[in-house]
């Protein structure tokens, strides 16, 4: 069973960036896919940033796309999420997910993932 331990969120202002991590427990993981989610309060969990198993294409919701960036560490075990020029609307509970099952393949839907992490609050200020 992967454990997975988000950290790096906090208050910041609209403009601002944090830099999200994610560390897991077991050494598969380098081999899973991997994705970022955010949930904001009475709003669904989406997907915002994925990365196949073998670290080809990462792939981001249009409401990220060129603001976050994916990326991971295997000798770490860890995965982040650089997030820049941050909006009021980015505020949210972010989660990390990891998907064992076609870890090679990209997939928007939190029903695929496996592995979740206990997530962590951004909050951004106008």
């Known amino acids: 069973q992967v454990q997975l331990v988000e950290s790096g969120g906090g208050l910041v202002q609209a403009g601002g960036s944090l830099t999200l991590s994610c560390a897991a427990s077991d050494r598969a993981f380098s081999n899973y896919a991997k994705g970022w989610f955010r949930q904001a309060p009475g709003k669904e969990r989406e997907v915002i940033a994925g990365i196949p198993g073998n670290g080809w294409s990462p792939y981001y919701a249009d409401s990220v796309k060129g603001r976050f960036t994916i990326s991971r560490d295997n000798a770490k075990n860890t995965v982040f999420l650089q997030m820049n020029n941050l909006k009021p609307e980015d505020t949210a509970v972010y989660y990390c997910?990891?998907?064992?099952?076609?870890?090679?393949?990209?997939?928007?839907?939190?029903?695929?993932?496996?592995?979740w992490g206990q997530g962590t609050q951004v909050t951004v200020s106008s």
């Open positions: 997910a990891a998907r064992s099952k076609k870890s090679n393949s990209r997939s928007m839907r939190y029903e695929d993932y496996d592995y």
